[in-house]
């Protein structure tokens, strides 16, 4: 068994933990205008970051922004997933498969499409003005409702692809002997559905707010310059500050965040699960 799994451990050493690694070496360096990079260890690259209102502004930011997709998400996917887990028709297989297309395009591609969408020449403000409801455009895009949908749209089949799964392992009689017990179809969902769902639910949320917290593409075109996540604050400190100790360390602050919040959610819902 242990050499099947020596490989994919070999593979994760290498292209993930060792890397990391690296990063986390370079964060303890210190700065200069001049050498750029003068090695050290010392923290003060995170003491700085979380000392800084703009930064600690950022990171509140990505935050709500994660927390919100996520919730979003779930509310959009809970009920899309679990009709497509009990179909039993042809279209099944067809469905599942339209499910998977938006996965195909990248996400620059689909935050471009949004563009167009959401711009102030683009097709919702110039139907809004055909129809006489507005005369002026409407400010939809660089906005943070913009980053809100262009980013539910990315996660959305995760999410719904996680729960169609392990809805459909759910059996059919269950819910068919709730029924036939008296209970409505809102308690079939909360006493049957949801609790027996809720592996899937962690799953899915968990993977989903991982994906929030490191948006990148869809915060920087749909959000504008003005409006900042901590990905693209990450990426800027790399490309334009050219201050890599600093951005290794808003990065790792940024992975922080995410895994430790990403565990006490599981262990919240685990313990709901176990109850």
């Given at each position: 068994?242990?050499?099947?799994?020596?490989?994919?451990?070999?593979?994760?050493?290498?292209?993930?933990?060792?890397?990391?690694?690296?990063?986390?070496?370079?964060?303890?360096?210190?700065?200069?205008?001049?050498?750029?990079?003068?090695?050290?260890?010392?923290?003060?690259?995170?003491?700085?970051?979380?000392?800084?209102?703009?930064?600690?502004?950022?990171?509140?930011?990505?935050?709500?922004?994660?927390?919100?997709?996520?919730?979003?998400?779930?509310?959009?996917?809970?009920?899309?997933?679990?009709?497509?887990?009990?179909?039993?028709?042809?279209w099944k297989s067809l469905a599942t498969v339209l499910t998977l297309i938006p996965l195909l395009v990248g996400n620059v591609v689909r935050a471009a499409g949004w563009m167009g969408l959401l711009g102030n020449d683009g097709l919702i403000n110039a139907g809004l003005?055909?129809?006489?409801?507005?005369?002026?455009?409407?400010?939809?895009?660089?906005?943070?409702?913009?980053?809100?949908?262009?980013?539910?749209?990315?996660?959305?089949?995760?999410?719904?692809?996680?729960?169609?799964?392990?809805?459909?392992?759910?059996?059919?009689?269950?819910?068919?002997?709730?029924?036939?017990?008296?209970?409505?179809?809102?308690?079939?969902?909360?006493?049957?559905?949801?609790?027996?769902?809720?592996?899937?639910?962690?799953?899915?949320?968990?993977?989903?707010?991982?994906?929030?917290?490191?948006?990148?593409?869809?915060?920087?075109?749909?959000?504008?310059?003005?409006?900042?996540?901590m990905a693209p604050a990450v990426y800027d400190q790399f490309s334009k500050g050219m201050n890599w100790p600093f951005g290794a360390a808003l990065a790792f602050i940024l992975l922080v965040a995410t895994l430790t919040l990403t565990a006490i959610g599981t262990a919240?819902?685990?313990?709901?699960?176990?109850?």
């Amino acid at each position: 068994m242990a050499a099947f799994v020596l490989p994919a451990v070999l593979v994760v050493g290498v292209l993930l933990i060792g890397p990391m690694i690296l990063l986390a070496r370079i964060s303890l360096n210190q700065y200069s205008p001049t050498q750029l990079m003068i090695e050290a260890t010392t923290a003060q690259n995170y003491l700085n970051a979380m000392g800084d209102p703009y930064y600690r502004g950022v990171m509140a930011t990505t935050l709500v922004i994660a927390f919100l997709c996520t919730a979003l998400t779930l509310a959009l996917a809970f009920p899309a997933a679990y009709r497509l887990a009990r179909m039993e028709s042809r279209w099944k297989s067809l469905a599942t498969v339209l499910t998977l297309i938006p996965l195909l395009v990248g996400n620059v591609v689909r935050a471009a499409g949004w563009m167009g969408l959401l711009g102030n020449d683009g097709l919702i403000n110039a139907g809004l003005q055909t129809l006489r409801i507005t005369s002026e455009p409407v400010k939809l895009i660089y906005t943070p409702g913009a980053v809100v949908v262009g980013t539910v749209a990315v996660v959305l089949p995760y999410m719904i692809l996680t729960l169609s799964s392990v809805i459909e392992s759910i059996p059919r009689s269950v819910e068919e002997a709730a029924s036939n017990l008296g209970a409505s179809a809102m308690t079939v969902f909360r006493r049957v559905v949801w609790p027996l769902a809720l592996p899937g639910t962690v799953a899915g949320c968990v993977l989903v707010f991982i994906l929030c917290m490191n948006t990148y593409a869809t915060a920087v075109l749909l959000g504008g310059s003005q409006f900042k996540m901590m990905a693209p604050a990450v990426y800027d400190q790399f490309s334009k500050g050219m201050n890599w100790p600093f951005g290794a360390a808003l990065a790792f602050i940024l992975l922080v965040a995410t895994l430790t919040l990403t565990a006490i959610g599981t262990a919240l819902l685990g313990r709901r699960y176990a109850r």
